[in-house]
């Protein structure tokens, strides 16, 4: 036995030094691409592009995991990226923060990383704390706000989202339908409306996280003691689906939909109305890239268009609400932006997020378990 | 039955007497088949079994890694009224859907088996088509069919006068409801051999003695079939028990947790996850399951007993139900209906939407078929169609080859083959779920990359599947008698020559439907894969849960439509095959 340990543990220097050429081999490129992977994603200068395009052709592939819901926008983004560049096949997969953020954790430590990019609007501090994204640099950052981006470049806002009540509108009438938070306290919507309950970067903790701390925990709890009794639906899925159940007419109102979702359903006939009401919660989505990541040179790239005005456009033609200073969003989209219908805003930061996620989720379990 | 002839021993194993070396270089008698076996055996069953236990001892870090040991999550378990409460929930659900199954299938096995009822033998081809549609698409049609803005709601709501919607789905009724219709096709495949089995003489007799179909139904049909279904009852019971794609997308909704959702639940919907949660879940549930088979198997052996096969020849005659016929035609169609018909044609309304408002007038005239351009179109649905197929496909292959050499060894005893049968059948305790959770902290823990790829997806549904494959296989086998192997030994062919030219091609027949079978449940499967799959392994099941998730109604019903028409085809190759060769179904 005891033999028997020995002769492993000689072994295992040997062993773990291939391991570790093998590893090296894999991801630092053959000789022909020389560049470290930190090198490439901070890659600088005119040559740039160049190099990015080369590198990207012999990966010929980039995966991303983002919370955008497909059909709207993560789709039409991808199929943009790849008519650009026909030469890269783009992976994408949908997920809520929490789950992208488990995947990618699960995935570094199975030594098993398919993702290069991340993307959503809860996902930045959980990926900083784990270590699991690196700093980046892109030309097109240049056009960004100071505050749009991380001070040690870890992350970029790539989109914005506000969140609203959306209802049916052929069971709620407009005159009649809540301006106020308070008015979701009136007893005829009683049982008729629902919130996500799955996820902490939307439905009933985000809202929840905006209230708390917008207006304290005190004003916060004494209105949800009352919201409890109003029997709202918890619904376990995205909030997306919250939103297609109001147009079914299952529910009459959702809670903390994202603003954008009803009007990209209202235009294309759905009986379907998002109503912002103060204080409004706005979150930033943020594109990360990730660190030991197989396909550099196409994640940048794909880095490039996602932040770029080419991309931001893409967004903005799905509705959703773009990062770029420069692309405005769609004239329908006014009525969801509160500085464009001076409503106040309270805009939880990707910190604010994580920071408050334990208290707001213990104070929904209180009222709403 | 005879026991391995010595002539085959002879060729393999000459007698050594001589020396313990001698006989470690000869395997100490055991087949090196034999051997081989039981070590890929093992090095599938036992690694996750160990990691199971691990997860459920150990804290993780925020990355997931195991921490310190601790009781802790058996102690919450144990502490936490919530877990008695869900356990409760658990039994209710597991009792009333097995119950409801078994009354379907009952009630259409009778009219199938023993009455002159039209249309009758439509209905295992209806059974066998229901097996190709993914519990999951089966579960949302229901949802969409019964859910507040569903067209059962509309009409109770025009009938009522109600404003609300009259019946809330997302309930306890509306799960057992979804799945014990989704189980009936199932229970009517296993109760239609028991009614088979059971001579029909004694119901010959009571109708001569003036009792009418009714009582003779009640006081002997259903005396005689009682201990099978109750053994059935039992298997559906657990089954339901293990089940998670209605726990999750009705009863998540509604409030109602099942002990699947919560380990489901405490992987996903904690960060970091709570893995040693889902573990200590995982664990009560194994044993559970442990102790529902242990009474399975008794209930069954039990059962065997009461069986009427004689030794006089016997056939069960048809009863002649007059104009009472038309009745139970009606009820077939009726089940048809609720098995095929309505849910199809939900998902076939859906997919031709461009956005979902329930049925009503106003969408007839937004009819488009967008969402079937975007299923067919390169990308992830097309990848994961593929994926799909591979997984099938290359789980199917490899099962059934497997098993039958571990049944042929174990049925003509083979020194150490008890134990290849044991092994093979022992996934059948884990519930799909758990096996999840076990293979996930197996491919995590690896050194080398095989967490999220499509082989680990393979390699957990082989393991799963493997229990089903032995039962096919053993079955098939113990209708051949040993002459011919005998005879093959004698003419001096080894051990392989008379196990692939003499023993597969007469096994064929029953290897094929084996095939096909695990080839249907392998696709449909949802609870295991949800916890392994990449995206780069997406598959159709797993794309379906993660549409209703996200929304997708419109293209989920379309990808569904697709994957059902492709299904059908599988189904019913089964279906001739199984004709063909006068095959059992079960």
Known sequence: MSRLGRTINKNRPTVLTGVLVATAIAFGGGPALALTEAEIVNLKGPERQKILVAGARKEGTVVWYSAMIIDQALRPVSNAFQKKYPFIKVTYWRGNSRKILQKVLAEKRANALVADIVEGSGLAKGMLKANAVQPFSSPELAAYPKEYIHPKRLWVTSRFRYLSVAYNTKLVSKSEAPKSYEDLLNPKWKGRMAWRTGASSSGALLMITNWRTAWGDKKTEAFLKKLAKQDVTPVQASNRTVVNRVIEGEYWIAIGASAHHPIISAKKGAPVYSQIMPPVPGLNGTIMVLNGIKHPYAAMLLVDFVLSEEGQNVLRQANYLPAHPKVAPRPEMKIIVPRLVGMEENFITPAILFENRKQTRAMFNKYFK | ?586
């Open chain 2, 1 to 586: 039955m005879t026991t391995k002839p010595e002539a085959i021993d002879s060729l393999w194993m000459p007698k050594e007497t001589a020396g313990f070396w001698r006989r470690a270089r000869s395997g100490f008698g055991y087949s090196p088949a034999v051997i081989i076996l039981a070590g890929v055996l093992l090095i599938l069953i036992v690694p996750p079994i160990i990691f199971l236990f691990q997860t459920s001892f150990y804290t993780t870090t925020f990355a997931g890694e195991f921490d310190k040991f601790t009781f802790g999550f058996y102690t919450e378990l144990v502490t936490n009224p919530r877990f008695f409460n869900n356990f409760v929930n658990t039994t209710v659900y597991a009792v009333g859907s097995a119950a409801f199954a078994i009354a379907l299938g009952t009630a259409q096995a009778w009219i199938v088996e023993r009455t002159n009822t039209p249309f009758r033998q439509y209905m295992f081809l209806v059974a066998i088509i229901s097996l190709g549609i993914p519990h999951v698409l089966y579960t949302i049609a229901w949802l969409l069919i019964m859910g507040k803005a569903g067209p059962v709601n509309d009409i109770l709501r025009a009938i009522t006068g109600a404003e609300e919607a009259v019946l809330n789905v997302y309930s306890m009724w509306g799960m057992i409801l979804i799945e014990g219709v989704g189980f009936a096709p199932l229970a009517f495949l296993l109760l239609s051999s028991v009614f088979r089995s059971t001579d029909a003489s004694f119901e010959e007799a009571s109708m001569m003695s003036g009792a009418g179909i009714s009582q003779t139904f009640r006081h002997i049909t259903a005396r005689l079939a009682m201990p099978g279904i109750m053994a059935l009852m039992l298997l559906i019971f657990i089954r339901a028990f293990e089940s998670f794609e209605v726990p999750a997308l009705v009863g998540l909704a509604g409030g109602i947790n099942v002990l699947t959702t919560d380990i489901y639940e405490s992987i996903h919907m904690e960060m970091p996850p709570n893995y040693g949660q889902s573990g200590a879940f995982s664990v009560v549930l194994l044993l559970w399951v442990v102790v529902l088979l242990y009474w399975y198997n008794r209930l069954s052996r039990h059962a065997e007993r009461f069986q009427t096969i004689t030794g006089k020849g016997y056939r069960p005659r048809q009863m002649d139900l007059g104009k009472w016929r038309y009745l139970t035609a009606g009820l077939l169609v009726l089940l048809f209906l609720l098995i095929i018909g309505l849910p199809v044609s939900i998902v076939l309304w859906a997919s031709l939407q461009p956005y979902y408002e329930g049925v009503t007038a106003g969408s007839l005239g937004r009819f488009t078929l967008d969402n079937y351009v975007e299923v067919f179109k390169a990308g992830s649905f097309r990848d994961s169609i593929l994926n799909t197929l591979i997984l099938g496909t290359a789980t199917a292959t490899a099962v059934v080859p497997f098993t039958a050499l571990c049944a042929w060894l174990a049925v003509r005893r083979y020194k150490g083959g008890w134990f290849l049968d044991q092994m093979a059948t022992m996934p059948l305790i884990f519930p799909a779920i758990v096996m999840g959770v076990a293979f996930l902290q197996v491919f995590l823990n690896m050194p080398f990359a095989l967490y999220g790829t499509l082989l680990s997806v393979v390699i957990a549904s082989v393991v799963r599947e493997m229990p089903y494959g032995m039962r096919y296989s053993y079955a098939g086998l113990l209708q051949i008698h040993t002459e011919l192997e005998e005879a093959s030994a004698v003419s001096g062919a080894g051990e392989v020559g008379t196990f692939l030219r003499i023993v597969i091609p007469l096994v064929a027949p029953a290897m094929i439907t084996c095939w096909l079978f695990l080839f249907l449940i392998a696709v449909r499967a949802v609870s295991m894969p949800i916890l392994l799959v990449g995206p780069n392994s997406q598959i159709v099941a797993v794309t379906l849960f993660d549409l209703w998730e996200n929304g997708q109604v419109t293209e989920l019903a379309a990808m569904g439509m697709a994957w059902m028409a492709l299904m059908t085809v599988v189904s019913c190759l089964f279906y001739i095959i199984v004709r063909r060769y006068r095959l059992s179904l079960h």
